[in-house]
T-cell receptor, first 111, second 114 residues
C-alpha cells in the first residue's frame, strides 16, 4: 500500500528556534495535509495543500506541496511551548481512496 | 472546542464485557470515520460511513461492530475484546467521503481491556 515517510521522528528544540519537518512518498498524492495532535486529544488540521508547488501559511506555520506531488514540508517559525505535540503529514491520492498518514514527528520545545 | 463529541472519554472493560463508544457531530457532515490509535503511532482507519451506509471496512475483526443510526451519530459496539485492543479510538467526520481529506476529529475514547 501507499506509505508516507515522515522525518524527523522526533525533535528537541529551544524556544524561539525555527522547525522544519517533511514527508516523502514513492506515490503521487493530489492533496497533502498537516495535522497536529496534543496529548490526550484528537488530531487537528493545521494546513491543507491542493496544488503542486503551492505554498500556504497559517500564522507561524508554512507548508509546501512539492512540485513532483510526492513530498511536502512544514516549517514552524519562532517556536513556543504550546507547539509541543505530534505533527502528522497525510496524503490523499484521490477522492475515492482513504487518507494515508505519516508516522508523525514528535516535537519538544525547551523553554 | 471540538465539534465532534465522543463518549466516554475513558473506558475499562473485561474481555467478556459488551460496551459501546459513541460519536456525535452537528456540522452536517455526510461521512464519519472510526480510527484506532496505539501509543506513538498514527491513526489507523477502521470504518468509513458515507451517507449513513458502511463504505469501508478495513478488515476489522467482528468483535468491533459499527452502527450509524443517523447522519449525526456513529457508534462502535465492542464485544469479547482482547487486551491488544487497548488503544485510543478516534471518531472523525468530513463533509463527504474522501473529498478534500479534511477530517474533524473528536478527542477520542481511551479504551483499556483487562
Amino acid at each position: 500500500g501507499q506509505q508516507l515517510n515522515q522525518s524527523p521522528q522526533s525533535m528537541f528544540i529551544q524556544e524561539g528556534e525555527d522547525v522544519s519537518m517533511n514527508c516523502t512518498s514513492s506515490s503521487i498524492f493530489n492533496t497533502w495535509l498537516w495535522y497536529k495532535q496534543d496529548p490526550g486529544e484528537g488530531p487537528v488540521l493545521l494546513i491543507a495543500l491542493y496544488k503542486a508547488g503551492e505554498l500556504t501559511s497559517n500564522g507561524r506555520l508554512t507548508a509546501q506541496f512539492g512540485i513532483t506531488r510526492k513530498d511536502s514540508f512544514l516549517n514552524i517559525s519562532a517556536s513556543i511551548p504550546s507547539d509541543v505535540g505530534i505533527y502528522f503529514c497525510a496524503g490523499l491520492a484521490s477522492g475515492n481512496t482513504p487518507l494515508v498518514f505519516g508516522k508523525g514527528t514528535r516535537l519538544s520545545v525547551i523553554a | 472546542d471540538t465539534e465532534v463529541t465522543q463518549t466516554p472519554k475513558h473506558l475499562v472493560m473485561g474481555m467478556t464485557n459488551k460496551k459501546s463508544l459513541k460519536c456525535e457531530q452537528h456540522m452536517g457532515h455526510r461521512a464519519m470515520y472510526w480510527y484506532k490509535q496505539k501509543a506513538k503511532k498514527p491513526p489507523e482507519l477502521m470504518f468509513v460511513y458515507s451517507y449513513e451506509k458502511l463504505s469501508i471496512n478495513e478488515s476489522v475483526p467482528s468483535r468491533f461492530s459499527p452502527e450509524c443510526p443517523n447522519s449525526s451519530l456513529l457508534n462502535l459496539h465492542l464485544h469479547a475484546l482482547q487486551p491488544e485492543d487497548s488503544a485510543l479510538y478516534l471518531c472523525a467526520s468530513s463533509r463527504q467521503e474522501g473529498g478534500t481529506g479534511e477530517l474533524f476529529f473528536g478527542e477520542g475514547s481511551r479504551l483499556t481491556v483487562l
